[in-house]
Structure formats: structure tokens, C-alpha cells
């Protein structure tokens, strides 16, 4: 079994990638749930349901999250009751929301939820697991006062200046049922191409979870988010600079450099593998961007053969 770290876009494509091969094994990804909000009494998985869409292959591929085609009658509607519409809720993504919310209120754990809403869009060959059942809800602190991460990406634009990050609910999240088995009994490891800060960051968080990378007798690959020193997409080089961190693969590696084996940088970035070797950890350069289902998988395909490779 090949277990993922992730949240997001990046993750969501790279597992879309890994989904493609067709002898591929069993897949289990933990995702990050950090990004979950409450809006208008409905509960949001941003990070869970954009890997679900997109490895149901219904993801709106522009924005890269929500359902392609998808219109915003509801949202419209809602907004003449004068309640905030910054987030935008397409009609059949609401769908999604209303049937998470219904089964919380019916006592189901967001486990057990992930697990439904994946089978109900066609997913059987990957497992997906949110980090914990726990509530847990990133917020930024920024010069403009603290505001939960997506009023900081969405309403707000990543405009304030971040001066740094608090995840509320960490502090007494248990990893969710089968989390630590996955990264213990793994054949291998990937940390997605997600952001360090606010997507692969709260994962490693949850009580327990750094200490089964560290103790995996699994390889542990990450895949570094960063192409020509700047992340795709998102805020990963903002989150970075405003906790005085440097914005580059080499920093990457160094978050991670307790538990990583290697760290795939992209070829934009490969002067940095010297450095990064001299920390410990193992560089390996590629083309990283994604930018179709063909390359996600080819690229799935080569992190997959770093596993059989055993040289230092
Ligand atoms: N991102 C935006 O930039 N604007 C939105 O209005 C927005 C709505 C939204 C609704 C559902 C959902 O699952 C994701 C949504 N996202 C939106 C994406 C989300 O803010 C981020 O991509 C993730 O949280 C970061 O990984």
C-alpha cells in the first residue's frame, strides 16, 4: 500500500495522477481538514471534496475546485436573506455540503462521511481519510487581526500581511481511525505537492502522526509545491515569508527533514539540490507542473519507481 499526505489542488491532481495508473496498488491519502468552515450552517471539507471531484473527474479544472459547469442559483438565493456569499457554493457542490451536514447532525464522523460521499461519486481505488475527526480550523494572523484561512484566500484575497498561523482544535486532535496504520504499514510514503504552512503543516500537527513518519520503515518522498522558487497556485510563498521562513524547495525539505527521505524538486529548481543534499536529504529533480491528467500520471509514475530505487 502507497500512502499520500495531502490537501488541495496539488494533491488533487497528483492523486488523479497516481489513480490513472492501471496496475497501480491501493492508494490511502490523509487530508488536511485545517480548511473546513461553517458557512450559512453548512459544514465545507474544501481540501476532501476537491480531491473527490477531481478524482471523480467532475472538478471544475479551471478554478480547479468546485464541479465543472456547476451554477450558483442557491448562492443567489441566499444572498437576498443578506448572508455573506464570498464563498462560492455552486448548486450541486451545495449538494455535497447538505448531505455532509445532514449526516453530522445524524452522528456521523467525517470518516465515515469522506467515506460515503467518495463512494457516491465512484471512488474504489483510493482511500480517503481526513486527519482527524476532530474539529480543527486553520486561522491566519494577519496585520489586519486573525480570520480564518478561507476569509483570508477568498474574501480577503490574501491581501492583509500574515504574521503567522494558528490552528485552532490541534491541540487535542486525534488522528482519525486507520491514519497511523496507513503511514505505519505503507510500502511507501508521498507527501503531496501541498503547502508546508497551511496543508501538509496541520496534518503533521495531529497528535501522533509525526512520530509514525519518523518510525515508517517505509520510504518517505515529498514532492516540493515550489516551481522556480514560487508555489502554482495559493498563498504557500506569503504563509512562508510572513513566518520568516525563506521561499524555496531547500526550506521545504528542512520543514519535513525529520521524517522525508527525499524530496522531488522541479528542474527549474535543481540548483538548490546541493544544498538540500548537504541537510540530509536526498534531492531528486523532475517536471513537477502538472498541467494535465498525462503528466500528473507520468509524473505519479516516476515518484512510484523512486520506491524500487535503493541507492543513497
Ligand atoms: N476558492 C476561491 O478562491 N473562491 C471561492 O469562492 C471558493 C469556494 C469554494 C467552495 C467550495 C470548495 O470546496 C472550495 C472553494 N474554494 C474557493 C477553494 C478553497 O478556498 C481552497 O482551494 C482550499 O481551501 C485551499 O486548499
Redesign the pocket.
Known amino acids: 500500500m502507497i500512502t499520500t499526505l495531502g490537501?488541495?489542488?496539488g494533491a488533487a491532481k497528483f492523486l488523479k495522477g497516481l489513480s490513472r495508473i492501471p496496475e497501480g496498488e491501493l492508494f490511502t491519502t490523509i487530508v488536511n481538514t485545517g480548511?473546513d468552515i461553517a458557512i450559512s450552517g453548512l459544514r465545507?471539507s474544501?481540501?476532501i471534496?476537491?480531491i473527490i471531484y477531481r478524482l471523480s473527474g467532475l472538478v471544475d479544472k479551471e478554478k480547479g475546485?468546485?464541479i465543472k459547469e456547476d451554477t450558483f442559483h442557491g448562492l443567489e438565493a441566499l444572498g437576498r436573506f443578506g448572508v455573506e456569499t464570498w464563498?462560492?457554493?455552486g448548486d450541486k457542490?451545495l449538494a455535497t455540503h447538505i448531505y455532509r451536514t445532514y449526516l453530522r447532525n445524524r452522528g456521523f464522523t467525517p470518516s465515515e462521511i469522506t467515506n460515503r460521499v467518495a463512494k457516491a461519486f465512484g471512488i474504489n481505488n483510493i482511500i480517503i481519510i481526513p486527519m482527524t475527526d476532530d474539529e480543527v480550523e486553520t486561522w491566519i494572523v494577519t496585520d489586519e487581526g486573525e480570520m480564518h484561512i478561507?476569509e483570508y484566500?477568498?474574501k480577503r484575497g490574501m491581501k492583509p500581511k500574515v504574521k503567522g498561523i494558528s490552528i485552532k482544535g490541534i491541540e487535542n486532535a486525534r488522528p482519525a481511525p486507520g491514519v497511523i496504520q496507513a503511514i505505519e504499514e505503507a510500502r511507501g510514503v508521498i507527501v503531496c505537492p501541498s503547502n508546508p504552512i497551511i496543508?501538509i503543516g496541520p496534518i503533521l500537527q495531529v497528535k501522533g502522526i509525526r512520530e509514525a513518519l519518523k518510525r515508517t520503515q517505509a520510504k518517505v518522498i515529498a514532492i516540493s509545491p515550489l516551481v522556480g522558487g514560487a508555489p502554482l497556485k495559493?498563498p504557500a510563498d506569503k504563509l512562508m515569508r510572513g513566518l520568516g521562513l525563506e521561499v524555496s524547495s531547500t526550506q521545504v525539505a528542512k520543514l519535513y527533514n525529520d521524517f522525508i527521505d527525499e524530496i522531488v524538486i522541479d528542474e527549474k529548481d535543481a540548483f538548490e539540490a546541493d544544498t538540500i543534499r548537504s541537510i540530509g536529504i536526498k534531492p531528486v529533480v523532475a517536471d513537477t507542473v502538472m498541467s494535465n491528467d498525462e503528466k500528473a500520471e507520468r509524473l505519479a509514475r516516476w515518484v512510484l519507481e523512486r520506491f524500487e530505487d535503493t541507492s543513497i
Do not use: C, E, M
Open positions: 490537501g488541495g489542488v480548511d465545507i474544501p481540501d471534496d476537491t475546485w468546485g464563498f462560492k457554493l457542490d478561507q484566500l477568498v496543508s495559493g
